[in-house]
């Protein structure tokens, strides 16, 4: 399996902007479709959104469209959650996660790897 390492999280105002990073390691990354998913207090983990293994195609949850954006970087083994417009209901930690043979991009079963994930939280 390939190892999922997330950064880039912290304190951000309302409105503003971070960008989180996942690198990966162990085995071929291209070989991934990759997602991203949050888990606030409380709640179940929700899908945010996700992209496939050459990286020219995007899917979004409908919380994270016009305002997230998911790229990679196969090269640099390392996939990013451009998130903008930040309101405090995005406060959550994120995940970044990795599938072999996707069949739901919302299925948490779909992914095989798991990283350890990042705190984001937005303050208002």
């Known amino acids: 399996q390939v190892q999922l390492v997330e950064s880039g999280g912290g304190l951000v105002q309302a409105g503003g902007s971070l960008r989180l990073s996942c690198a990966a390691s162990g085995r071929t990354f291209s070989n991934y479709v990759m997602g991203w998913f949050r888990q606030a207090p409380g709640l179940e983990r929700e899908f945010v959104g996700g992209?496939?293994?050459?990286?020219?195609?995007?899917y979004y949850a409908d919380s994270a469209k016009g305002r997230f954006t998911i790229s990679r970087d196969n090269a640099k083994n390392t996939v990013y959650l451009q998130m903008n417009s930040l309101i405090p209901e995005d406060t959550a930690v994120y995940y970044c996660?990795?599938?072999?043979?996707?069949?739901?991009?919302?299925?948490?079963?779909?992914?095989?790897?798991w990283g350890q994930g990042t705190q984001v939280t937005v303050s208002s």
């Open positions: 992209i496939t293994r050459g990286g020219s195609g995007t």
């Open positions: 996660a990795a599938s072999e043979r996707l069949i739901n991009w919302r299925q948490e079963a779909s992914y095989n790897s």
